[in-house]
């Protein structure tokens, strides 16, 4: 199962962009539960844009396999490969890494290989990739040829000097006439800023001292004199 023709366009790529500090803790993508349609997303030429549809006996049902807060709307794929992408920018480069966790809902139809793949890229003031990460596809074995969508994750560290994040969906048809690689809450959060390595070891000394003082406080009020 190959995703080369998405991986290949991300590359040279830059997509539309918005301006945006880095919020900690809440979800970056723009629409990534589809329930605005495909607002916020942009298609990329030669590739068909990827859709928005309902929950229902053409897609998945609401009672199949998928997110409990699913909404109304999905992602599904259109033609043979579909893509779709947004890029945050952060306006200035961070100066420290950061942890983050990428997440979404991917799946298919039936026992067919039709597929899904969210990718972000990591890029510098330059445009030029610095890091990424990517989640799915998930293959028919995966869900055990059943129609849904299943979670997956990835979580990892942003590397500083990231300026803009480059969000892909790309969706890809390897048989029947409907392109059938389904997502979902799509999500990108980044947690927190990771402490310098000076910065660390204090924080892990002064709990060193923090516990140690919490023991003996213990040992006092269990042995009073």
């Given amino acids: 199962m190959k995703c080369k023709f998405f991986l290949a366009a991300a590359l040279f790529a830059v997509a539309c962009s918005a301006k945006a500090d880095v919020l900690y803790g809440q979800n970056l993508v723009v629409n990534g539960n589809a329930e605005?349609?495909?607002s916020g997303w942009t298609g990329y030429t030669g590739y068909d844009m990827v859709q928005?549809?309902?929950y229902g006996n053409n897609w998945v049902l609401p009672t199949q396999p998928g997110p409990v807060d699913r909404g109304n709307k999905m992602f599904a794929g259109f033609?043979?490969?579909?893509?779709a992408s947004q890029t945050l920018d952060f306006g200035v480069?961070?100066?420290?890494?950061?942890?983050?966790?990428?997440?979404?809902?991917?799946g298919g139809w039936t026992n067919q290989g039709?597929?899904?793949?969210?990718?972000?890229?990591?890029?510098?003031?330059?445009?030029?990739e610095i890091g990424n990460a990517a989640i799915g596809p998930v293959t028919p074995q995966d869900r055990g040829n059943q129609t849904g969508l299943f979670y997956r994750e990835s979580v990892g560290i942003m590397p500083a000097g990231t300026s803009k994040l480059s969000f892909w969906l790309s969706m890809e048809?390897?048989?029947?006439?409907?392109n059938d690689g389904y997502a979902d809450n799509l999500s990108f959060i980044a947690t927190s800023p990771v402490p310098e390595p000076g910065m660390a070891s204090?924080?892990?000394?002064?709990?060193?001292?923090?516990a140690g003082v919490v023991r003996r406080n213990r040992r006092a009020s269990t042995n009073p004199l």
């Fill in 36 to 38: 605005a349609g495909v």
């Fill in 52 to 54: 928005s549809v309902d």
């Fill in 79 to 83: 033609g043979q490969y579909a893509v």
């Fill in 93 to 106: 480069a961070t100066t420290r890494n950061s942890s983050y966790s990428l997440s979404g809902w991917l």
């Fill in 114 to 128: 039709d597929n899904a793949l969210f990718y972000v890229q990591f890029l510098d003031a330059g445009n030029n």
């Fill in 173 to 178: 048809r390897l048989v029947s006439s409907d």
């Fill in 202 to 210: 204090m924080f892990l000394l002064g709990l060193g001292m923090l």
